[in-house]
């Protein structure tokens, strides 16, 4: 079954602070927070859903230490309207972008990759996926990033040149519905950047006899174990 996207909203935090709050409205079984950050000496390290912390799924610090790209998630979420924070322990800017899914298996991780790289490379990255998957990246990197541009058939969430008293760079991403490949390409100068993409996926369905059911991974292996 695929996993379903409710809804998503992205935040350009632009002044530069500790601590960021974001609200939003959720809806469905799987929260998703991709955040592209840019900081002075440390990249934020904690990430909470109404006061619940989320999972570090993936993170990737570009190679001169001044941007990262995360995912984060959180199983069954309270709904509704909340506060989304962010915090570290020195100042920090950002884009950050919230999916609502429906439909997601307990463990929703089908695969995940990361990368950095300097000046003149182009990242592209390839993560295992399907039909009914649904893939997010994230990039981020240094001042030296002029212009950010994605694959075909990738939609936008966030592209942003930060230029703060004490954080410069840029943040972004995109997604794709059922992409095996999610493709970034920067005009880059002089820059050092990180990227990280991952497959989402729904729960799994199981027929036993002539009846189907719609089973998340946990109870798949659970079947497995008791055969």
Not at 10 to 37: D, K, M, P
Request: include cysteine.
């Amino acid at each position: 079954m695929a996993i379903t996207l409710e809804s998503a909203t992205t935040e350009i935090i632009s002044s530069e602070n500790t601590s960021q709050t974001v609200s939003f409205s959720h809806s469905g079984n799987l929260l998703v927070v991709a955040l592209s950050s840019v900081f002075k000496t440390v990249a934020p390290n904690s990430v909470t859903w109404n006061g619940l912390a989320m999972s570090q799924e993936g993170g990737i610090t570009s190679p001169n230490e001044k941007s990262k790209s995360e995912l984060y998630t959180l199983y069954n979420p309270d709904q509704g309207t909340h506060n989304l924070v962010i915090e570290g322990t020195d100042v920090f800017v950002g884009v950050v972008t919230l999916y609502s899914f429906s439909g997601a298996n307990r463990n929703p991780i089908a695969d995940i990759q990361t990368q950095t790289g300097t000046t003149g490379q182009n990242p592209n990255l390839a993560v295992n996926s399907g039909n009914e998957n649904f893939v997010i990246e994230v990039v981020s990197g240094d001042v030296g990033i002029s212009t950010l541009t994605f694959g075909g058939g990738q939609t936008s969430r966030g592209n942003n040149l930060f230029a703060t008293a004490n954080c410069l760079g840029y943040g972004g991403g995109s997604s794709k519905v059922g992409a095996s490949t999610m493709s970034g390409t920067w005009d880059v100068a002089s820059t050092s950047w990180a990227h990280l993409a991952v497959s989402l996926r729904g729960v799994i369905p199981l027929k036993i006899g002539m009846n189907s059911r719609l089973v998340d991974n946990d109870f798949f292996q659970w079947i497995i174990k008791r055969r």
